[in-house]
């Protein structure tokens, strides 16, 4: 069975930093893209950054960039997203979610939209960052 667990998430204070993990079982690690979303209740949920297995390049949403970075520890198959600099406004679930190949996402307007499905979803964990 395929398995996404997410975890690493907690209460941190403004300017702090976290790092979750996403620990992945049942398909072939390196053959996927491991992208990271978020959702805040009531809002729709976004993808802010991701890796992608076809030419292992990183991107990330302007709202994370230059605060968040991502790695593969690929002899674990688990991908971890190190968030820095936290901001009361990155409060929200996390979710790590794994597809074939690239990341699947268009930019537009300083996010990133689906394009392709994700095939495989984490459970979530949650971040909340207090002022």
């Known amino acids: 069975d395929v398995q996404l667990q997410a975890s690493g998430g907690g209460l941190v204070q403004a300017g702090g930093s976290l790092r979750l993990s996403c620990a992945t079982s049942g398909f072939t690690f390196g053959d996927y893209a491991i992208a990271w979303y978020r959702q805040v209740p009531g809002k729709e949920r976004e993808g802010i950054s991701c890796r992608s297995n076809d030419d292992g390049n990183t991107i990330h949403a302007d709202s994370v960039k230059g605060r968040f970075t991502i790695s593969n520890d690929n002899s674990k198959n688990t991908a971890h997203l190190q968030m820095t600099s936290l901001k009361p406004e990155d409060t929200a679930v996390y979710y790590c979610?794994?597809?074939?190949?690239?990341?699947?996402?268009?930019?537009?307007?300083?996010?990133?939209?689906?394009?392709?499905?994700?095939?495989?979803w984490g459970q979530g964990t949650l971040v909340t960052v207090s002022s």
């Open positions: 979610a794994a597809r074939p190949h690239g990341c699947g996402w268009v930019y537009y307007g300083g996010r990133f939209y689906d394009v392709d499905s994700y095939e495989f």
